[in-house]
């Protein structure tokens, strides 16, 4: 650790990633912070992998993240699968899609693993970091993290509950617990020679603050990846974002391959706030479902809306809006911590061209979870006559809920959109759809997998829409109802014959706008 002492100033101890790796005990409790490829310290993972291999340690780590991290490919936490079982023996985290490696040997029982709301993981360092018992929230109840279903658990071979049920001046709650965290890996852009660490590359701000407050209050060591080294004394104060009394070891990465902004770029400036980008410079997408989609979302939205966008398709709303002119009309977000400005699609989720400001991830969460959001437009994974909705796992495929959960749990107009069914083939043109090959894969099911969103918990207010590209549902008292359909689909042939169940259906049934599924459509007014 530095400080300050007898007058005199103790520079950070700069060393290599392969020291760093040699520093963490077998059996650490390891935490990670970012988003993407943001925050991820590509050359200590690698570091770590590498030792592994050829030493055996550090081995049984506990790694805990919050936020997918990596590039989809091979960049990110997924190194540390890589070497195999035993060097990662229990893994939590919102979303371990990207992380193909672990995500292997989680599907194949040879480590423990369990998947939490990302909200409760980034905002339960702040707990451990202050030395309270954990968190009590109302966000999870109903869903698989509730211990009364799931408890978070995703495989088999995981078997203890780290949340509880409580009760609490006579309403339910799920807490939390605090945990024991005795190593940091994190990243930033600049790290002075006393440890002070800037972010000003980085695109989101992440947790790394509250995971470095949580692992100094325990006890254990803080570990930073750097691209560049600056003199001490001058960065400026304000641009710090990890002060260097909370830091032990500085690593100044060697190649620019670990210090990627985002899954797609190196480094975009209109990412980070570095200067702004004409929105007429961003493609607009090709006319398909998946822009007949979008632009149903988009028509949901109401002039001043603070929006939240999910990863995936709901992401690409922000160019329907863009397209259409009324990106100022509107504040889109997106959970990373981005106000403002247009959200990126993959591969570059989680941040935003000319954002208007980046709050820290933490910050974004206490945002959501306080109900600031008027409208967030999420995916659909599959959907139950409950009107439930499962984005988290599917059968050997576990994903996760992201933000999914905290999200959904307190925002006024709640969007899921998505294809009817997957793999199928359409025509869209001359204001209609046609389906040319029907899709393979059944979305709409009795019952769900697993439940990431509780249509059940929802609360009474809350308006819930359904969109796909052939009809548009509502949760309608309890119920899934429908109450549009694409111009050029037949009811019976091409939805309900295609539901595992009959859905309610509206008596003043309507069809969708025609102009959506023309290659110019012209048609979106933000009342």
């Avoid at 059940?456 to 829409?465: F, G, M, R, T």
Wanted: glycine content about 12%; some cysteine.
């Amino acid at each position: 650790m530095f400080y300050y002492g007898k007058g005199k100033k103790v520079m950070a101890k700069i060393i290599t990633a392969r020291e760093a790796a040699q520093l963490i005990p077998d059996g650490a409790t390891v935490a990670c912070g970012g988003m993407g490829l943001s925050g991820w310290a590509e050359e200590i993972g690698c570091a770590i992998r590498d030792n592994f291999k050829e030493t055996g340690h550090p081995c049984n780590l506990n790694i805990k993240q919050g936020s997918a991290m990596g590039d989809w490919k091979e960049r990110g936490i997924t190194r540390l699968g890589e070497a195999g079982p035993g060097l990662v023996t229990k893994w939590s985290a919102a979303h371990v899609g990207s992380a193909f490696s672990l995500n292997k040997l989680a599907v194949d029982n040879q480590l423990e693993c369990w998947c939490l709301p990302q909200g409760v993981i980034v905002n339960l360092w702040r707990e451990i970091a202050a030395g309270r018992p954990g968190m009590l929230t109302k966000v999870g109840l109903g869903t698989f993290v509730d211990p009364r279903l799931e408890g978070g658990r995703m495989n088999d071979v995981t078997k203890e509950d780290i949340c509880k049920l409580v009760e609490f001046e006579g309403e339910e709650y799920l807490f939390y617990k605090s945990f024991q965290v005795d190593v940091a890996i994190l990243r930033g852009t600049t790290a002075d020679e006393n440890g002070n660490v800037t972010f000003e590359h980085e695109s989101v701000l992440n947790e790394g603050l509250s995971i470095a407050e949580a692992v100094k209050h325990c006890g254990g060591i803080v570990i930073v990846q750097a691209e560049y080294i600056a003199k001490a004394g001058t960065l400026h104060p304000k641009d710090v974002k990890i002060p260097g009394i909370l830091v032990d070891y500085v690593v100044q990465a060697t190649s620019t391959d670990a210090c990627w902004q985002t899954e797609g770029v190196y480094y975009e400036p209109a990412f980070c706030g570095n200067v702004k980008k004409p929105v007429d410079r961003i493609k607009p997408m090709e006319l398909s479902e998946r822009k007949v989609i979008c632009r149903r979302c988009a028509a949901a939205l109401k002039k001043g809306n603070v929006v939240n966008l999910g990863i995936g398709m709901a992401a690409d709303t922000a160019a329907i809006v863009a397209e259409e002119g009324y990106i100022d009309d509107i504040v889109l977000s997106t959970e990373s911590g981005m106000v403002g400005g247009v959200p990126a699609a993959l591969p570059n989720f989680g941040s935003a061209w000319n954002p208007d400001a980046i709050m820290t991830h933490n910050d974004m969460f206490d945002l959501i979870d306080g109900g600031n959001l008027d409208v967030t437009v999420l995916g659909i994974g599959e959907i139950d006559e409950k009107g439930n909705n499962n984005v988290s796992k599917f059968g050997p495929s576990l994903t996760g809920p992201g933000g999914f959960i905290n999200i959904t749990s307190a925002t006024k107009t709640v969007i899921f959109c998505g294809t009817f069914m997957a793999k199928g083939k359409y025509k869209i043109g001359d204001g209609k759809l046609e389906i040319v090959q029907e899709g393979k894969i059944r979305k709409f099911v009795k019952n769900v997998e697993q439940i990431t969103f509780s249509a059940e918990k929802a609360p009474k207010d809350q308006n819930v829409l359904y969109i796909t590209e052939r009809c548009v549902f509502k949760l309608i008292d309890g119920k899934l109802t429908l109450i549009e359909i694409a111009p050029g689909i037949d009811l019976e042939k091409d939805i309900l014959a295609n539901m595992d169940f009959k859905p309610e259906i509206a008596k003043d049934l309507k069809v969708m706008d025609e102009g959506m599924f023309r290659e110019t459509w012209g048609g979106l007014t933000l009342e």
